[in-house]
């Protein structure tokens, strides 16, 4: 019902920044909750961030350096990453689902139906 397609990725210094897109298409009632996920090669994928209508939460080892927001008329999700380390290095990952959200659910990507093919971003030091 929903597709999702990221961009922005690119290889970058460390201190520099980065402005994620995911384009949102088809029926888009089906993306009431919105994430980011990001996963290292052999790690877990993590949750980065979250948006719904109210909300935005933040994994806490982000430390405030990245943003999420959402633009509901051209139906695109960024994720603004600011200061970015070695460890940010990562594909991220767009993905959304029409169910709400907790404070203990977001973050678990087994909640979530939709998901992009990812975008790489390389932080070097």
């Known amino acids: 019902q929903v597709q999702l397609q990221e961009s922005g990725g690119d290889s970058v210094q460390a201190g520099g920044s980065l402005r994620l897109s995911c384009l949102i298409s088809g029926k888009t009632a089906s993306s009431r909750s919105m994430a980011w996920f990001r996963q290292a090669p052999g790690k877990e994928r993590e949750g980065v961030a979250f948006?719904?209508?109210?909300?935005?939460k933040y994994a806490d080892s982000l430390k405030g350096r990245f943003t999420i927001s959402k633009d509901n008329v051209r139906h695109v999700l960024y994720l603004q990453m600011n200061n970015l380390v070695p460890e940010d290095t990562a594909m991220y990952y767009c993905a959304a689902d029409s169910r709400s959200m907790t404070a203990n659910t977001w973050y678990l990507p087994g909640n979530y139906r939709f998901w992009g093919q990812g975008t790489q971003v390389t932080v070097s030091s």
């Open positions: 948006i719904d209508t109210f909300n935005s």
